[in-house]
């Protein structure tokens, strides 16, 4: 399925936040292509959202990805039927829009709080899931390194 067009209900993915003890995210992504999958940490939904775009192929990486270990094949899932997700602790639709300079670049909603906020890199998207999920803003020190 190499350079195929998805439609829009396959570009946005629905993060379900269930615990957020100690900043440490734990919950599950559904996307239609995909399904329901669920993660324990950062590093595992970052890990999961990267392999889930990496088989759609979509939006296309502008850089090979490096690692110490060999690469996986790409597997083809079929995309189940529509279902309503949402998270005890938030929800948020992520959709990235670019995969450029090692990083995602896209635009993230906070469904509960009604809010929408764009995104330049992975480290952004986080700090703005931890702001929505521990009630804080993010620090003038991120906001400065984000600029």
């Known amino acids: 399925m190499q350079g195929r067009a998805w439609g829009n209900e396959f570009r946005t993915t629905t993060v379900c936040v269930d615990e957020y003890d100690g900043q440490v995210p734990k919950g599950r992504l559904y996307n239609p292509y995909w399904g329901v999958t669920a993660f324990n940490s950062l590093m595992e939904f970052l890990l999961k959202m990267e392999e889930l775009l990496d088989s759609m192929n979509f939006p296309q990486s502008f850089t090979e990805p490096r690692s110490f270990s060999q690469p996986q094949e790409n597997l083809t899932h079929a995309p189940p039927k529509g279902e309503v997700q949402s ?9 990235v829009h670019f995969r450029q300079n090692a990083s995602w670049q896209g635009s993230v909603s906070w469904l509960e709080g009604g809010r929408e906020e764009r995104f330049r890199s992975v480290l952004e998207l986080a700090f703005l899931l931890n702001s929505a999920l521990s009630g804080e803003e993010p620090s003038e020190k991120a906001k400065r390194t984000s600029a």
């Open 87 to 95: 998270g005890k602790r938030g929800t948020f639709a992520v959709r």
